[in-house]
């Protein structure tokens, strides 16, 4: 993933929707879990093993953290409904009529029936790894849909938000992130409403997501988070309920974020805290690779170099077995062993051939 190389997606339905998820599709089998409800192909089964402790403990700490009971009725009542399939052609047979994802999409989240839609390889026929993360980043979709009972947020904060419930730190997003702070290439926030179409672009928005979800969370925790969210249950807007929240527009924090992210040395900041690892050996390949290419092509400036007289040589050699008898060529000179060397003059110099 983006480490999220898989494509998650909430689908917020219309009404011209089905009234449910559907009926169980043939050769599928019910698998029932602690906290999940497995709709899964036999010959699939042991992903229910891999994934209980995600329907228990993963699920409880994203509920908790958005301070949401996982077993109050309303839009997403428990369990949570993971239909698991093979490949990701097959999503068409599970998901709820009328509500097939994008051709694009991978993992999708239907936070209305609080079901997941989960495929085992991605489009390229790669299995996909961390399974557990995937369905932690669509079970926090479905908490915060519940949270805010049907109100719309940006996509930046719920995308950030599950990216942090369920990853947390990235080598892959820290250097990427890091990369557009260094060449002024961040996209405003406003921007990431819609998907990108290319996967750097894709990739480049859930970092940025993330990390100004995680800039807030360290300027007032969950807490705030939370707080922000019951402004938006009261009637507020989320512009509304951010100013109440943090004391400051979206705007003024992102402006504050990106001076932290690109004013001065304030990149740097990407190294500090439970990223400083990370933050140091993405630097360090960075550095390790502009060195190797350098040396690289001073080795291959110094091997032109030494071949140059080498060429030069050899063509003259050619040239000698080329051409007819040369004036400046003088055969059957005796060396000093009795024996006949060849000589040749090049630009007033005589050389012997040996």
Same mark, same amino acid.
């Given at each position: 993933?983006?480490?999220?190389?898989?494509?998650?997606?909430? %689908?917020?339905?219309?009404?011209?929707?089905?009234?449910? &998820?559907?009926?169980?599709? !043939? @050769?599928?089998? =019910?698998?029932? #879990? +602690?906290?999940?409800?497995?709709?899964?192909?036999?010959?699939?089964?042991?992903?229910?093993?891999?994934?209980?402790?995600?329907?228990?403990?993963?699920?409880?700490?994203?509920?908790?953290?958005?301070?949401?009971?996982?077993?109050?009725?309303?839009?997403?009542?428990?369990?949570?409904?993971?239909?698991?399939?093979?490949?990701?052609?097959?999503?068409?047979?599970?998901?709820?009529?009328?509500?097939?994802?994008?051709?694009?999409?991978?993992?999708?989240?239907?936070?209305?029936?609080?079901?997941?839609?989960?495929?085992?390889?991605?489009?390229?026929?790669?299995?996909?790894?961390?399974?557990?993360?995937?369905?932690?980043?669509?079970?926090?979709?479905?908490? %915060?849909?519940?949270?805010?009972?049907?109100?719309?947020? &940006?996509?930046?904060?719920? !995308? @950030?938000?599950? =990216?942090?419930? #369920? +990853?947390?730190?990235?080598?892959?997003?820290?250097?990427?992130?890091?990369?557009?702070?260094?060449?002024?290439?961040?996209?405003?926030?406003?921007?990431?409403?819609?998907?990108?179409?290319?996967?750097?672009?894709?990739?480049?928005?859930?970092?940025?997501?993330?990390?100004?979800?995680?800039?807030?969370?360290?300027?007032?925790?969950?807490?705030?988070?939370?707080?922000?969210?019951?402004?938006?249950?009261?009637?507020?807007?989320?512009?509304?309920?951010?100013?109440?929240?943090?004391?400051?527009?979206?705007?003024?924090?992102?402006?504050?974020?990106?001076?932290?992210?690109?004013?001065?040395?304030?990149?740097?900041?990407?190294?500090?805290?439970?990223?400083?690892?990370?933050?140091?050996?993405?630097?360090?390949?960075?550095?390790?690779?502009?060195?190797?290419?350098?040396?690289?092509?001073?080795?291959?400036?110094?091997?032109?170099?030494?071949?140059?007289?080498?060429?030069?040589?050899?063509?003259?050699?050619?040239?000698?077995?080329?051409?007819?008898?040369?004036?400046?060529?003088?055969?059957?000179?005796?060396?000093?062993?009795?024996?006949?060397?060849?000589?040749?003059?090049?630009?007033?110099?005589?050389?012997?051939?040996?």
């Amino acid at each position: 993933m983006i480490r999220l190389a898989v494509l998650a997606l909430t %689908l917020l339905l219309p009404s011209s929707v089905s009234a449910g &998820p559907g009926p169980i599709p !043939e @050769g599928f089998q =019910v698998v029932e #879990s +602690e906290g999940c409800r497995f709709v899964i192909r036999p010959a699939n089964s042991r992903v229910v093993r891999e994934l209980a402790a995600t329907c228990t403990d993963g699920a409880d700490r994203i509920f908790a953290q958005l301070d949401v009971a996982r077993d109050s009725s309303g839009m997403s009542p428990a369990p949570i409904e993971i239909r698991i399939v093979s490949e990701p052609a097959e999503m068409a047979l599970v998901v709820p009529k009328g509500a097939a994802p994008p051709a694009w999409s991978h993992a999708v989240a239907y936070p209305e029936w609080g079901m997941v839609v989960l495929p085992l390889r991605h489009r390229d026929g790669r299995p996909v790894e961390d399974l557990d993360i995937v369905l932690e980043h669509e079970i926090s979709h479905l908490a %915060l849909r519940r949270a805010l009972e049907d109100r719309p947020v &940006p996509r930046w904060f719920s !995308e @950030g938000i599950a =990216v942090i419930q #369920s +990853e947390g730190t990235s080598l892959n997003r820290s250097s990427v992130l890091w990369w557009a702070a260094f060449t002024d290439s961040l996209t405003p926030l406003r921007d990431i409403e819609r998907y990108p179409e290319s996967h750097t672009a894709v990739t480049l928005a859930y970092a940025q997501a993330a990390d100004f979800v995680g800039y807030l969370l360290r300027e007032g925790g969950w807490f705030n988070v939370r707080v922000l969210l019951r402004y938006m249950k009261r009637g507020s807007t989320f512009e509304e309920a951010f100013e109440d929240a943090y004391g400051r527009s979206v705007p003024q924090m992102e402006k504050r974020w990106r001076k932290r992210l690109t004013g001065g040395w304030g990149w740097l900041s990407l190294l500090t805290g439970a990223g400083a690892i990370w933050g140091a050996i993405t630097l360090l390949f960075i550095l390790a690779y502009i060195s190797t290419r350098r040396r690289q092509r001073q080795r291959l400036a110094q091997m032109e170099e030494e071949e140059e007289p080498i060429e030069r040589l050899i063509g003259v050699i050619e040239d000698l077995e080329e051409r007819a008898p040369d004036p400046r060529i003088r055969k059957n000179l005796t060396g000093s062993g009795g024996a006949k060397d060849t000589v040749v003059e090049i630009d007033g110099k005589i050389h012997t051939l040996h």
